[in-house]
């Protein structure tokens, strides 16, 4: 099976998720600078949830880049992947017009683990399909960043409990991690 139709898939509905979160922003009736103050905590979920819809887009572009062969069993990992990544609009909505208040909070730390547990469930099924010495496999190696960043969500979410602005600290702190595209994969292509 042919890879471009699952990238284009994939481009597809991340590009539909952009949009639904921008369009969560309300353009204020009043044309002052003070009217633009309620939309600050919807503001700031946008800006992390736009940088983590960021980083799957170039993570995930940078992976296929690598792939050689599609599965049906790695279609259906990367619908897990999109189907995670399509719920963060409702969160992103939900933390900011709640001033990130911890049930909120907790939820979107849910979703993010969920999207980081599914990515990971897909490289294991494009890795199940590939050589032990391919250009992926090498790439991908240990994931330490991936499974780190696993970890860090299961903090971030026991942290909630106390206090949700620890939580969106470590949520942060992951994106940080993940901002620079991981070279891994560009740099088996250099060889």
């Given amino acids: 099976m042919h890879k471009g139709r699952l990238e284009a898939f994939s481009d597809g509905v991340l590009a539909i998720i952009l949009t639904i979160m921008v369009l969560e922003l309300k353009v204020p ?112 190696g240990k994931d330490f960043k991936g499974k780190l960043s696993l970890v860090l969500y299961a903090l971030a979410l026991s942290l909630s409990f106390l206090n949700a602005y620890f939580a969106l600290a470590i949520y942060a702190g992951v994106a940080v991690m993940w901002f620079i595209p991981d070279k891994r994969i560009e740099n088996q292509f250099e060889k």
Wanted: hydrophobic share 55%; aromatic share 16%; no cysteine.
């Fill in 29 to 140: 009736e009043e044309g002052h600078l003070a009217a633009l103050a309620p939309l600050v905590p919807k503001f700031i979920s946008y800006v992390l949830s736009f940088i983590y819809v960021g980083i799957y887009w170039n993570n995930h572009h940078h992976l296929w880049q690598a792939v050689k062969k599609v599965t049906g069993t790695v279609l259906w990992a990367n619908l897990h992947l999109l189907f995670w990544l399509s719920l963060i609009p409702f969160v992103t909505g939900w933390m900011g017009e709640n001033n990130f208040a911890k049930t909120p909070v907790l939820f979107y730390g849910i979703v993010l683990t969920m999207a980081g547990f599914a990515y990971y469930l897909l490289t294991i099924s494009l890795l199940a399909n590939h050589e032990k010495d391919s250009a992926l496999a090498i790439a991908i």
